[in-house]
């Protein structure tokens, strides 16, 4: 009787080893998920210019995960005359140019909405952040909520009220800033209130 | 693994015959670990796995990286500086005062690590109150952001001095990824001249856009 084959031999193992190595794969990319996941916006609902866009996705605070959905729509990608929620003329230095972003957000009174951030993206997906204070300019915190009434903050900090502000409207619009190198043009418009959700509005 | 088998059919185990063999294993599995070990340590291979890719240029040079563009556009010492606040920092070494543009390049990025190091590789780095540097927050891609550096270092640190400038803050996370060597093009003279310069050097506020 002649030796049973290398392969009869080592069948189990080679069963095992496909298995062994998806083990050693998922156990070694434990930070993936925060690293590359979490790092920006990656599932991303779309929408385009004009239209409303409904959009549902959950912020966290000291109570726990916070659900929320909110009617977004995207008017204009314009030429901007001032800072957002200020009235101070802009001073831009040569090669730079304002563009205004004109949003309507409708969302009930009681949702914390002021922690959002705004990117415009152009044609080659350069990214570039709505800021609220850089040398350049100067303005509102939040990009999505009127700086005057914004509504409930999350509930990050004992002892602080999260709600004291005047209610927040229905329906609101807001025209956030951001500056761009002049001669980019804006393709896309990505909102979004914490990774990995966002909305994606094309600006076109 | 058949050869070893048949090696122990021929000569059966005995407890004298075993023992030697255990003892030889286990000397060549110490041998061979202390050799890793020794390897190891002669070859310069972490320090090499967790080294920056340096990305080298002069004064007025655009040096291209993965993250942006930097040209250092001034160079200047003296032993006093005047701090954006107004507040006047007197060293008993130099302080050299670097004047940079940094255009971020895909989004908006900080380039957070700032230093000077010496011809010996020491490194002084940037601080908040006796080193001074702001970057201004995340510059937007494609608008230059002028920013200053001013670094307190010893006299005999000037001649020979490079900029470093990279994003991550901390030293141990620039592994693999891109980092600007500015060769200031500094001498002796300089050091000297500066050692005895008193006169305050102003540390401006970052400003976007192209120097005016």
Redesign the interface.
């Known amino acids: 009787m002649s030796?049973p084959g290398w392969w009869r031999r080592n069948r189990w193992g080679l069963v095992a080893l496909p298995v062994a190595a998806a083990a050693a794969l998922a156990a070694s990319s434990y930070r993936v998920e925060d690293y590359w996941w979490l790092e920006k916006p990656r599932d991303l609902a779309d929408g385009s210019r004009g239209e409303w866009v409904e959009f549902s996705a959950s912020q966290y605070d000291r109570t726990g995960d916070v659900p929320f959905t909110v009617r977004v729509r995207l008017d204009e990608v314009r030429t901007a005359s001032a800072p957002f929620g200020s009235e101070d003329p802009l001073e831009l230095?040569?090669?730079?140019q304002a563009v205004a972003v004109d949003l309507t957000l409708a969302a009930a009174p009681d949702v914390p909405l002021a922690g959002c951030s705004l990117v415009l993206r152009d044609a080659d997906?350069?990214?570039?952040?709505y800021?609220s204070?850089?040398?350049?300019i100067s303005q509102a915190t939040s990009p999505c909520v009127p700086p005057d009434a914004r509504g409930p903050e999350l509930d990050l900090f004992e002892g602080l009220d999260p709600d004291t502000g005047p209610r927040r409207p229905d329906e609101w619009a807001v025209s956030p800033v951001?500056?761009?190198?002049e001669g980019?043009e804006v393709t896309q418009v990505l909102l979004s209130w914490g990774p990995p959700d966002g909305l994606l509005i094309s600006a076109g | 693994m058949?050869g070893a088998r048949r090696v122990v059919r021929a000569e059966p185990p005995s407890r004298f015959g075993r023992l030697p063999r255990r003892a030889a294993f286990a000397v060549l599995l110490v041998a061979a670990l202390a050799t890793g070990r020794a390897v190891q340590e002669l070859l310069p291979v972490s320090e090499d796995a967790s080294a920056p890719f340096e990305r080298t240029g002069g004064v007025g040079d655009e040096i291209a990286l993965r993250w942006g563009e930097v040209e250092v556009t001034s160079v200047e010492g003296s032993t006093r500086i005047a701090d954006p606040y107004g507040a006047v920092h007197v060293t008993s070494g130099v302080y050299v005062v670097v004047g940079w543009t940094y255009t971020a390049?895909?989004?908006?990025q900080i380039p957070s690590y700032v230093a000077i190091r010496d011809t010996e590789g020491r490194v002084f780095r940037t601080s908040v109150e006796r080193n001074p540097y702001s970057s201004?927050?995340?510059a937007?891609?494609?608008?230059?952001?002028r920013v200053t550096a001013a670094i307190e270092v010893p006299v005999d640190a000037v001649a020979g001095a490079e900029l470093l400038v990279t994003m991550e803050q901390n030293p141990e996370n620039h592994r693999r990824d891109d980092i600007a060597v500015v060769d200031l093009g500094l001498t002796s003279d300089d050091a000297e001249a500066w050692a005895a310069a008193e006169e305050p050097l102003p540390v401006e506020?970052?400003?976007?856009?192209?120097a005016?």
């Open positions: 030796a230095p040569d090669g730079v997906g350069t990214e570039y952040e800021q204070s850089s040398p350049s951001v500056l761009l190198p980019v | 058949g390049a895909g989004e908006p201004g927050g995340a937007q891609p494609g608008i230059p952001r506020d970052p400003a976007d856009g192209t005016p």
